[in-house]
């Protein structure tokens, strides 16, 4: 008895936790939904913000005083990073706000760095190419040498698959010297070499320090980044551009945003709000007159608009109707008690991902039970011995529905034996 | 009182809301051959599968030596030989690889049973059972029943797809076996005529009802068959305590009863209904079943 | 006992067995052909790189093998036993019915395990000639689950057959079908790489859940709900 008793409730479980699953997934899937948050530029020849609203079938430019601006207007407006039109058109300006404006400047400048929590919380590389930065050639080249930091740097040739006892000491040496603790606790860079240059990795050792590692003339390059009292790294995107204003960006568990300036390592920080590197979009847009910083939680954007000295010019809230608020996801919040996943958009790690929307779901589970209940009255079972049933789906609605179903647990009144349909 | 190997107490079942039986009672001694008969969908299969614990019974009970057959322990298990519907078997072995597997599960394995019933039969050792007729997989099954040598043998429809040839075959077998040391047997068959020489006791059930209960020889001598010449006969006579079926051609009336003659003319006055020249019929076992039971 | 019931299992599938294991390791070797081929074609740090990043470039071939394999097992060993209620010369045998179903299902379990366990040795191996632990541990944790898979579908098998309701059966065909796609998860081609190297644990745990449910299929058989 007691052992028929666990099997249905393992089953139980199983199907619950399946159909918790799929059937969200499947309703999501029917009624898709996606946020059109607001694009939000800033106009050197306004001196102010230009807020692109809607979907992209009809969206509208605005400036904050409520003017709006057709495409054509809005791209003279924003010179900075529509200059390939503004160049095909003719008509590019010399010099704004003072600065000459010259396609290969301009383009120099342009680019865009993403933090997405998925990336954060990522699959770390399992072996990095050790690149030689400083090359007696042209372009880089990719290396044969592969290495990860663990209880040494260890260095593999993947030509013959075997550790490269020489060169892993020399490295793991120069890392000690700098106070390293091995093993490293994550590494940051481009193990690519479509790049122009190479400034190879940014490592966080088992004691939370900073350091930036290379290989330079195929000896090892090691530098301690000093970091402010109580600060964490959490992920770092390396940029290796042109530019040559900064080695990256960071991200620290108090979700503060810093810059390291190329050569000083001087660290800058981006004041930015309302960000979480947990679950929120980053994006640090930048052109030749500012840097925009965006962060987006949802249905909500904040956009922070920067010299190029990293200095607040002016910043930018606003929100669209979150998804649960819609008909679609009110709906799903009233028949859907709870959703389980395995994979996250914040994370590219499969694990349990369980989630609850609100409490609505409590009248429909409420709903759902009685007419279990008045099923069972009509079919004259025995209630007493049902209690079970109705109790899966008082607690999981729906999904307990589908659990009972396939149970049939009831009994007639007055009788030992088990319906059978 | 005889030793019970099975008791069947107030069984009631309900496919759903649909009645099958209810109330069947019976008792299968130790020694004897119980026969339980029944037209197609009377619950005969319902019963067997009952009684080997493949059914749990809406309610009521079934005992097994003692043990509720819903719940029979490993060692019961190993004292009923089971026949099922059809000789079914694992057709992907052949004739000597079932035999090895069977052995397995039964310390008092008797290999040489076996093999004597298979010699008789046109097949090799290496012969798979699915490439067989029908009449080869029933000695097969019987083989392997006569070797394991059970005190309790269920035989659900035994006669099932085989030709007069095999049928007999297989009573004979059956014959020599429950001679041999106070086994006991319970069969259903819906063919009769096989069982008369072999039954001991028998249940006769209908369609939801138990019809009668009683050893076969008693069945045979107190169930009689009278044939008699109605004048003016109505177009239907209610069965009652008496009159257990009736069957009215023109005027050519059969009466089966459990009562004698002197009874049964009685009976017939105090209904008066006029007669004449009644006279009583000798039956076989069909007969005596389909008198019982009605020919629809 | 138990020898007899391997015995007739044994003799049920023991076709599809040594069909499943020779389709297994023909894979595997291809696998491992087409993984030294590239070796020896493109610079190895070309492959070190790709494979550091992707985990398993050259497996995806195997991704499905070891569902195909408990798929065709499962149905190979239970069909015979529903076909014409065979199951219940199973359950009359004088053992404990939970004893002899488990034994059933682990006989099936034991004997993918044993084709598997193979497949894994063979490519591990090979593997570690060509890459450093790290990669080859990176490889053990993308086809992990896809083993796993072929493990959950035969236990849904398993219950499935036994299980005698048509309406449940297509209920926990379709829970049975929700389990295996959770374990492949793992790469959505085109989409995000997912691994399961924080988790994998949890999946093999998952394994024990699902397979004594046989005994309620069982259970139902001898209730004879239908």
């Known amino acids: 008895m007691k052992k028929t008793l666990i099997l249905k409730l393992l089953l139980t479980i199983v199907i619950i936790a399946m159909a918790s699953i799929y059937l969200p997934e499947f309703y999501w899937k029917t009624f898709p939904h996606r946020y059109y948050l607001p694009r939000v530029a800033y106009s050197p020849i306004l001196n102010d913000l230009l807020i692109t609203k809607g979907d992209f079938k009809k969206a509208r430019i605005l400036d904050l005083n409520g003017n709006s601006y057709s495409s054509k207007e809005y791209e003279a407006l924003v010179p900075q990073t529509a200059f390939a039109q503004l160049v095909f058109i003719g008509q590019l300006p010399d010099t704004v706000n003072g600065v000459h404006f010259t396609v290969p400047e301009l383009r120099k400048n342009l680019f865009r760095i993403n933090f997405e929590p998925a990336e954060i919380d990522a699959i770390q590389f399992l072996m990095y190419p050790l690149i030689e930065s400083k090359p007696n050639r042209a372009s880089l080249s990719f290396p044969h040498e592969f290495f990860c930091i663990k209880r040494?740097?260890?260095?593999?040739?993947?030509?013959?698959?075997?550790?490269?006892?020489?060169?892993?000491?020399?490295?793991?040496?120069?890392?000690?010297?700098?106070?390293?603790?091995?093993?490293?606790?994550?590494?940051?860079?481009?193990?690519?070499?479509?790049?122009?240059?190479?400034?190879?990795?940014f490592v966080i050792d088992n004691e939370d320090k900073f350091y930036h590692i290379k290989r330079i003339e195929d000896e090892p390059f090691v530098r301690k980044i000093n970091l402010p009292d109580g600060v964490k790294v959490v992920h770092m995107v390396v940029a290796e551009r042109d530019l040559r204003e900064f080695y990256g960006f960071f991200v620290t568990e108090d979700n503060r945003l810093f810059m390291i300036e190329n050569n000083t390592y001087n660290l800058v920080e981006l004041p930015i709000s309302d960000y979480n590197y947990k679950t929120s979009l980053l994006s640090i847009n930048a052109d030749i007159l500012y840097r925009?910083?965006?962060?987006?939680?949802?249905?909500?954007?904040?956009?922070?608009?920067?010299?190029?000295?990293?200095?607040?010019?002016?910043?930018?809230?606003?929100?669209?109707?979150?998804?649960?608020?819609?008909?679609?996801?009110?709906?799903?919040?009233?028949?859907?008690?709870?959703?389980?996943?395995?994979?996250?958009?914040?994370?590219?790690?499969?694990?349990?991902?369980?989630?609850?929307?609100?409490?609505?779901?409590?009248?429909?589970?409420?709903?759902?039970?009685g007419l279990f209940l008045l099923f069972l009255i009509i079919r004259k079972f025995d209630i007493k011995s049902s209690i079970l049933p109705i109790a899966i789906i008082l607690v999981t609605g729906i999904y307990g529905v589908i659990a009972v179903s396939v149970l049939r647990d009831f009994k007639k009144k007055n009788s030992t034996g088990v319906s059978n349909e | 009182m005889k030793n019970a190997v099975v008791q069947v107490k107030n069984l009631t079942h309900h496919y759903g809301s649909r009645l099958i039986f209810e109330n069947l009672n019976f008792q299968i001694n130790q020694g004897s051959i119980f026969g339980l008969l029944g037209k197609n969908g009377t619950g005969k299969t319902t019963t067997i599968n009952i009684l080997n614990g493949f059914l749990e019974p809406t309610s009521g009970k079934c005992l097994v030596f003692d043990e509720d057959s819903y719940k029979l322990s490993p060692k019961t298990k190993s004292r009923v030989g089971f026949l099922i519907e059809g000789h079914i078997q694992y057709s992907f072995m052949n004739i000597k690889q079932i035999e090895k597997y069977y052995s397995g599960f039964y310390p008092n394995w008797k290999k040489e049973a076996y093999w004597e019933l298979l010699r008789k039969l046109q097949v090799t050792e290496t012969q798979k059972i699915s490439k067989m007729s029908c009449g080869q997989r029933s000695q097969i099954a019987l083989g392997l029943l006569l070797a394991q040598n059970p005190d309790l043998l269920i035989l659900d429809d035994f006669s099932m797809g085989l030709d007069a040839g095999y049928r007999r075959l297989f009573i004979d077998y059956l014959t020599d076996y429950i001679h041999a040391e106070g086994k006991t047997v319970f069969i259903t068959s819906h063919i009769i005529q096989d069982l008369e020489d072999l039954l001991d006791d028998c249940v006769i059930i209908d369609y939801k009802s138990v019809l009668m209960t009683m050893p076969i020889r008693d069945f045979m001598s107190k169930f009689k068959h009278f044939r008699c010449i109605l004048e003016n006969p109505p177009s239907s006579i209610n069965k009652d305590e008496i009159i257990k079926n009736i069957e009215i051609i023109k005027n050519k009336t059969s009466i089966y009863t459990f009562a004698d003659e002197a009874t049964l003319l009685q009976h017939l006055e105090k209904l008066g209904l006029k007669h004449s020249g009644v006279q009583q019929v000798k039956m076989s076992l069909e007969d005596a079943f389909i008198g019982l039971t009605g020919k629809y | 006992m138990l020898k007899s019931l391997i015995y007739k299992e044994w003799l049920k599938v023991r076709w599809t067995f040594i069909g499943l294991a020779l389709i297994n390791f023909f894979v595997i070797i291809s696998i491992c052909v087409s993984l030294a081929n590239a070796f020896s074609m493109v610079d190895a740090s070309k492959i070190y790189a790709d494979t550091a990043a992707m985990q398993g470039l050259f497996y995806f071939d195997f991704r499905y093998i070891p569902l195909i394999s408990g798929l065709l097992l499962g149905i190979v060993q239970f069909y015979p036993e529903i076909n014409s209620s065979r199951i219940k010369l199973t359950l009359h045998l004088p053992m404990k019915e939970s004893k002899s179903l488990m034994s059933m299902q682990l006989f099936g379990i034991g004997a993918l395990v044993l084709i598997f366990l193979v497949d894994a040795i063979i490519l591990l191996n090979f593997s570690s000639k060509y890459f450093p632990s790290e990669i080859v541990d990176?490889?053990?944790?993308?086809?992990?689950?896809?083993?796993?898979?072929?493990?959950?579908?035969?236990?849904?098998?398993?219950?499935?057959?036994?299980?005698?309701?048509?309406?449940?059966?297509?209920?926990?065909?379709?829970?049975?079908?929700a389990f295996v796609d959770v374990y492949h998860l793992g790469t959505i081609f085109g989409g995000t790489i997912y691994t399961y190297s924080r988790s994998w644990w949890m999946f093999v745990l998952f394994l024990f859940l699902i397979s004594p449910l046989i005994l309620w299929s069982g259970n139902n058989y001898k209730r004879g709900v239908k």
Do not use: C
Not at chain 3, 143 to 163: A, K, M
């Open chain 1, 152 to 201: 040494e740097f260890q260095v593999v040739d993947s030509r013959t698959n075997l550790v490269l006892d020489n060169m892993s000491s020399r490295y793991s040496l120069a890392l000690i010297d700098r106070g390293f603790k091995f093993p490293a606790k994550e590494m940051f860079g481009n193990p690519t070499t479509r790049k122009p240059f190479d400034e190879g990795y």
């Open chain 1, 292 to 369: 925009r910083v965006i962060i987006i939680n949802d249905n909500k954007i904040s956009v922070l608009i920067l010299d190029r000295n990293y200095k607040v010019i002016t910043t930018f809230k606003d929100s669209v109707t979150h998804k649960d608020e819609t008909t679609v996801g009110q709906v799903a919040s009233f028949i859907f008690p709870f959703t389980l996943q395995f994979t996250s958009v914040n994370s590219q790690y499969i694990n349990l991902y369980p989630s609850i929307n609100g409490f609505n779901f409590i009248i429909v589970n409420i709903i759902l039970s």
């Open chain 3, 138 to 177: 990176g490889i053990t944790i993308t086809i992990l689950p896809w083993i796993l898979s072929g493990l959950v579908i035969y236990i849904f098998v398993t219950i499935v057959f036994v299980e005698p309701s048509w309406s449940r059966r297509v209920i926990i065909g379709f829970t049975g079908l």
